[in-house]
């Protein structure tokens, strides 16, 4: 099956570029892939001028042609809970817009900074924490453009001293060529302070070609680098996806793994433990599991706290310890762990309280079950 849409479509498979190139943004070119259902159909027609959708050869041929509950369907392919409006849901639950100091530059936290690079991705999640810039076509977050001079951003790292931590995400940085990126990473590592550099990208999950030996050589040039990628199913663990990881692990890249936790995804213990512990073979550790922000048209994969709680109590002592992440929720005061003591339950709803002792009352959070 992929080699007649090889040919047809001149794609070259190994080739990233050629990847991009040829991503699936069409409803017909979908059907190439899986057999789309009528809401699936009703979706991608609905998302016209509100959502982007694009989905790279590689991550369709994962995905199940008949079954609509497709793990990697679902996060990849619109939906038409998407459209409706959810309790308590926002553009920007964790506050990107609040403690933006720059066009790039988020500081929230004492010792280091995001910087939101671009706002493209390989394949744009249904469940984008940052929706409202990366998928949401009328979102504003770039409304200066990308083409906005990097100089502010790099002048304001490089005059605060206590930021020793720069990750660099978005979107998917990966996205820019390796020149661009050589550019943003030089630029930081002639700042002093700066101690380590990470960037998040699921490009190892959703277009593991990306990972070259180039690419790899050009980091390794910026040491200490640190990746953190976004598996969410044992599925996306791929001979393709542990060989882009091994490269990346053995020019010095330590890989750590980002998963959210996601209704009808990975919301069940046994899914869990197969991506854990899947995880470790191909040697990326666990680092977080999120619980799924209610984000405007993600809301639809928000489980309650208590599910990801019991999962929580079905890993921990079963399998290795480093293994399993560490559960939290991103908050506009900072992520906080929902299995230990920052947590609680009273008759008023959820209380959370950050490493500041700050705390807050999330009443969201009642509605999801
Ligand atoms: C998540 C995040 C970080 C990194 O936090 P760690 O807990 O160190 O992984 C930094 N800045 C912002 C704004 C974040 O959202
Ligand atoms: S790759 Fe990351 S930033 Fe891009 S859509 Fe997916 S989750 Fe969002």
């Known amino acids: 099956m992929i080699a007649t849409k090889i040919r047809k479509h001149q794609l070259v498979w190994d080739d990233w570029k050629s990847q991009l190139k040829h991503r699936i943004t069409t409803l017909e ?52 809970e998407e459209f409706i409006a959810f309790p308590g849901a926002e553009d920007d639950p964790v506050g990107d817009t609040v403690y933006r100091k720059t066009n790039r530059v988020v500081h929230k936290y004492p010792d280091r900074v995001i910087m939101l690079v671009t706002e493209s991705c390989a394949v744009y999640c249904r469940h984008c924490t940052r929706k409202y810039h990366t998928t949401d076509l009328n979102g504003t977050y770039f409304e200066q453009s990308e083409a906005v001079s990097w100089q502010a951003d790099f002048d304001y790292i490089a005059s605060h001293p206590d930021i020793r931590d720069v990750l660099l995400t978005g979107g998917d940085p990966l996205t820019y060529g390796d020149d661009k990126l050589e550019f943003i990473i030089s630029r930081l590592r002639q700042i002093k302070h700066v101690e380590i550099i990470r960037i ?133 005061l900072g992520k906080i762990p929902l299995w230990e003591e920052q947590f609680h339950c009273d008759q008023e709803g959820y209380w959370l309280e950050n490493y500041r002792q700050e705390e807050m009352r999330v009443d969201y959070l009642k509605a999801y079950r």
């Open 29 to 80: 070119q979908l059907k190439e892939w899986i057999n789309v259902t009528e809401s699936e159909e009703q979706a991608i027609r609905e998302s016209k001028g509100k959502y982007r959708w694009s989905i790279t050869p590689y991550y369709a041929s994962l995905m199940a042609k008949d079954d609509v509950n497709c793990p990697i369907r679902r996060q990849a392919v619109p939906h038409p």
């Open 200 to 332: 998040g990208s699921r490009y190892p999950v959703l277009l593991p070609q990306r990972i070259t030996p180039e690419f790899c050589d050009m980091l390794s040039k910026y040491h200490p680098i640190w990746l953190n990628t976004h598996f969410n199913h044992p599925k996306e663990i791929t001979p393709d996806a542990a060989n882009a990881c091994d490269r990346l692990l053995r020019h010095g890249v330590v890989v750590q793994n980002q998963s959210v936790l996601l209704k009808r995804v990975n919301d069940d213990l046994e899914t869990m433990r197969s991506l854990l512990t899947g995880l470790l073979k191909i040697r990326v550790r666990p680092y977080y599991l999120y619980h799924c922000d209610n984000v405007s048209g993600v809301s639809h994969f928000v489980t309650s706290v208590e599910k990801g709680r019991e999962i929580m109590r079905g890993l921990l002592g079963y399998i290795t310890g480093f293994a399993v992440p560490q559960y939290i929720i991103t908050t506009k």
